[in-house]
T-cell receptor
Framework: AQSVTQLDSQVPVFEEAPVELRCNYS??????LFWYVQYPNQGLQLLLK??????LVKGINGFEAEFNKSQTSFHLRKPSVHISDTAEYFCAVSENTGFQKLVFGTGTRLLVSP | NAGVMQNPRHLVRRRGQEARLRCSPM?????VYWYRQLPEEGLKFMVYLQKENIIDESGMPKERFSAEFPKEGPSILRIQQVVRGDSAAYFCASSPPPSNTEAFFGQGTRLTVV
């Protein structure tokens, strides 16, 4: 079974500052890794995913994440945030035997202020 | 190509009533997943269905909850005799065959039990 830990429930940051949202996972098998964003009263939108290959993954809206197998981490970063990035961010894993089901972290609320 | 469609977006039920949540997957997608998001929590997997088959229902409560994905028509998540603790956002996701590595989420149905 897999599990995902997002240690920061809320991250406040000023506009144009860099941000890192942390995600650690545990699994006895190889996994795929995902970051989703949820805007208020909306569904989830995929930001980026790691399947294999390069450990640095680039996604939409200027976000990127780095897969670190030895530390079982998949932290999300953005060099300069905008007010519009204010949202809930979820890290998730699934077994890499083809998409089956996602195991989500509890989410990190990113609050960007002017 | 329309996305995953869920209806209704908001549903209010009195304790003891039945709730029916509908999900129409993206065109060409034959796999449907239901997730539940309790307030201030991440999404929890409930059930994974293919047309006319339940593949994995390990996240479904043992009583009062059922799901189906008939040959024709949307997938239905049914909650009988709702209780206050059923109040949550219920999200549906769909994907092509399991070798695909991404699921697309609908905007969710927010169930409120009064």
């Amino acid at each position: 079974a897999q599990s995902v830990t997002q240690l920061d429930s809320q991250v406040p940051v000023f506009e144009e500052a860099p941000v890192e949202l942390r995600c650690n996972y545990s699994s006895s098998v190889s996994v795929y890794l995902f970051w989703y964003v949820q805007y208020p009263n909306q569904g989830l939108q995929l930001l980026l995913k790691y399947l294999s290959g390069s450990t640095l993954v680039k996604g939409i809206n200027g976000f990127e994440a780095e897969f670190n197998k030895s530390q079982t981490s998949f932290h999300l970063r953005k060099p300069s945030v905008h007010i519009s990035d204010t949202a809930e961010y979820f890290c998730a894993v699934s077994e890499n035997t083809g998409f089956q089901k996602l195991v989500f972290g509890t989410g990190t609320r990113l609050l960007v202020s002017p | 190509n329309a996305g995953v469609m869920q209806n209704p977006r908001h549903l209010v039920r009195r304790r003891g009533q039945e709730a029916r949540l509908r999900c129409s997957p993206m065109k060409g997608h034959s796999h449907v997943y239901w997730y539940r998001q309790l307030p201030e929590e991440g999404l929890k997997f409930m059930v994974y269905l293919q047309k006319e088959n339940i593949i994995d229902e390990s996240g479904m409560p043992k009583e009062r909850f059922s799901a189906e994905f008939p040959k024709e028509g949307p997938s239905i998540l049914r909650i009988q005799q709702v209780v206050r603790g059923d109040s949550a956002a219920y999200f549906c996701a769909s994907s092509p065959p399991p070798s695909n590595t991404e699921a697309f989420f609908g905007q969710g149905t927010r169930l409120t039990v009064v």
